[in-house]
């Protein structure tokens, strides 16, 4: 099941459950004698497809999702609600939500400890230039904007309702977001790269940053690390979420030609 798109998965779940709920409903008057309620129904529909998810590889806080499909139908069809409302509360998702689907990115937010440890890491430079590649609400932007020792903090979103956020946010308090796709950005002029984005870009930014990156620049990545490449340091939080940041100082990557170092040297 794993190969197939989740989205699939989850209709096969929903179309599973309901086979076994007809089956139910089928042997149940030698128990119970009909009718059932509707409701009743809907909700066993929602456990059911709720449960097989999990079984059939879907990522269990699925559940969620298949559960309140069935029941939220119902409850639509029930209360006559007009069907605009479902398709305002789908597209404001949609525009959080943009680089789900495309990038396999969805908005997560990085907490203030993570902040914190940022801090300590730049405390080290003396004038930074910071940028978080894929910004969210733009917290890490104006939150590096306010250090003494940063002298530009940018942003880059392409998410629509977090972009418009972020840009508030950061003409009010500091720092500067682009509505831009990460992949456009030019990390020669940054001395620190952010990311906090999921398993899936990791190898195609790793490239990106090898190429462009300086060699006296650093990459910090939350939570994801490059696949097979060794990151210079990882930084264990305390957090609740027992955060992992791992530090990729670009002068442990970027190879010099044969002999270049010691030319330099004499
Ligand atoms: C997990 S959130 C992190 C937000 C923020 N950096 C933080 O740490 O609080 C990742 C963000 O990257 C954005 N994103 C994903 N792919 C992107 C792309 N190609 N270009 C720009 N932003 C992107 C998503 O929209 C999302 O807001």
Redesign the pocket.
Known sequence: MARFPKIIVALLAQMVALAVLAGIVWWLPWVVSPPYPLWALVIAQGVLAAFLSCRMGLPCWWRIIQFSLPVGLYLGVHYAINPVWALGIFLVLWLV???AIK?R??????NATTRNALKRLIKRRKSVRFL??????G??VVFMAQQVNVERSD?????PI?YLIAKLYSLLRGGDVFA????KTQLDYYDVV?????PE?MPKLWEKIREEMREDAVFVS?SFAVPDVEPSEVWSLSDRRETQLYVYYLSDFKTRPQGFADEAES
């Open positions: 939500f943009f680089n990038e990115v969805p908005l997560y937010l990085t978080d590649l894929g910004c969210g609400l917290g890490n942003g880059v979103e392409t998410a977090p831009m796709d990460l992949w952010y990311a906090f984005l999921s870009p939350n």
